[in-house]
């Protein structure tokens, strides 16, 4: 199998009702997932691809509906923290870190939902050789 990361997605935003507690739940996501909050300001945060706002942050953005959003773990050990992190946090268990072998072979996940009830999940695919950890964006010399 060869899966392939960072093609399709530019960015994720959801707009929550209550900021502070999502604030709370995502500042333990990506902690246990080895992030942190990149940038942050008046009525919003993010971390990489996902951005969290409140609705006045944006006069025309309403709360989103539920989402589901899946963040990569390096191993079973960072989804059983994940999970552990955001229920500590205020998020509700979705989903025990476990198998789910329907979806492939080694796929190992935990959900749970966020304060606003979205279905955040983390997984890790099984042990892989990533050609990079990341890709970086610069501006191109001309702009």
């Known amino acids: 199998?060869?899966?392939?990361?960072?093609?399709?997605?530019?960015?994720?935003?959801?707009?929550?009702?209550?900021?502070?507690?999502a604030r709370r739940f995502y500042d333990a996501a990506f902690a246990a997932l080895g992030l942190k909050v990149e940038h942050e300001g008046p009525g919003f945060f993010g971390?990489?691809?996902?951005?969290?706002?409140s609705p006045e942050a944006h006069a025309d953005f309403?709360?989103?509906?539920?989402?589901?959003?899946?963040?990569?773990?390096?191993?079973?050990a960072m989804v059983q923290r994940f999970h552990d992190a955001v229920l500590k946090a205020g998020g509700?268990?979705?989903?025990?870190?476990?198998?789910?072998?329907?979806y492939h072979p080694g796929y190992y996940?935990?959900?749970a939902l966020d304060p606003e009830?979205?279905?955040?999940?983390?997984?890790f695919h099984g042990l892989a050789i990533r050609s990079a950890p990341s890709i970086v964006i610069l501006p191109h010399p001309k702009a």
Not at 1 to 21: E, F, N, S, T, W
Not at 47 to 53: F, I, N, Q
Not at 92 to 102: L, S, W
């Open 109 to 111: 996940a935990a959900f």
């Open 62 to 76: 309403h709360p989103t509906g539920r989402a589901h959003i899946a963040f990569q773990a390096l191993d079973q």
């Open 1 to 21: 199998m060869r899966l392939h990361r960072g093609r399709l997605i530019d960015h994720v935003h959801l707009v929550v009702k209550d900021l502070a507690a």
């Open 117 to 123: 009830g979205n279905n955040i999940e983390a997984v």
């Open 47 to 53: 971390c990489d691809e996902l951005y969290v706002s």
């Open 92 to 102: 509700r268990d979705n989903g025990a870190p476990g198998f789910r072998e329907k």
